[in-house]
């Protein structure tokens, strides 16, 4: 890879995470936020994740859901990404030119969820604090109001299309090994919640027995999801 081009893979690559940071830190500097956050995004997950209830029985499919859902789709991240935006300048600069594209892919996909998510947080307060219970109704609205159907896709496709740089990455020979060997430097350096994510991904990728049907699935089952949230008729039959 040309020095321009890395140079401006890197320069983006902090620029996603610094956004992701920036959105993180409008919860997690207000104790009340940072509580009703926490309560939004449990619900959201608790929402989203029975429309993949029959993809749990499949082997090495239920930690996949989980991990997408959570580590990819940026709901308890706030740790990784600080863990980022340090390690942002000896990422940028060891980091392969196939591994720096995928990771600055992964930083703006997160930061556009969080701008979502946090959009999404924010219409459904009243006052500082959100309804209880939140209904389906009242979350509906707030998507349509914070986001669109076009832009929820388009994240579906980052995504699955970053699933699919794991798998990638997953038939690297010794990049098990190697995640082990980074365990103890990782933890000592301070990069515990990035060391996890690394090796969360690696472990739950590795189990798949056909990736690329799982992230058809998800990428399927999503789009539904979102097609429900921004297009079905806002009554009690929701």
């Known amino acids: ?52 209830s029959d993809l749990y029985a499949r082997d090495g499919y239920e930690q996949a859901i989980d991990f997408t859902m959570s580590d990819l789709a940026g709901v308890g991240i706030s740790s990784r990404d600080r863990d980022l935006e340090r390690a942002a300048p000896a990422i940028t600069r060891l980091l392969p030119p196939r591994a720096l594209k995928t990771i600055t892919v992964a930083a703006e996909m997160n930061a556009r969820i969080l701008e979502v998510n946090t959009g999404i947080f924010r219409q459904l307060l009243v006052g500082n604090e959100l309804p209880d219970p939140i209904t389906e109704i009242e979350y509906c609205t707030a998507c349509r109001e914070a986001s669109s159907l076009q832009e929820c896709v388009e994240l579906v496709h980052l995504v699955t299309g970053l699933g699919g740089t794991l798998e990638s990455l997953v038939e690297i020979p010794m990049i098990g090994v190697t995640l082990r060997a980074m365990r103890l430097p990782a933890h000592a350096a301070g990069f515990a919640a990035l060391q996890a994510f690394l090796e969360s991904g690696y472990r739950t990728f590795r189990q798949i027995p056909d990736i690329a049907h799982f992230l058809s699935e998800i990428e399927t089952r999503m789009t539904e999801v979102f097609r429900k949230i921004y297009t079905a008729p806002l009554d009690t039959s929701l």
């Open 1 to 52: 890879m040309p020095l321009s081009n890395r140079k401006a893979l890197a320069a983006e690559f902090r620029r996603h995470i610094r956004r992701s940071n920036k959105l993180h830190f409008e919860y997690l500097s207000d104790e009340v936020l940072l509580k009703n956050y926490d309560r939004f995004t449990t619900w959201q997950l608790e929402y989203l994740l029975p429309f993949f």
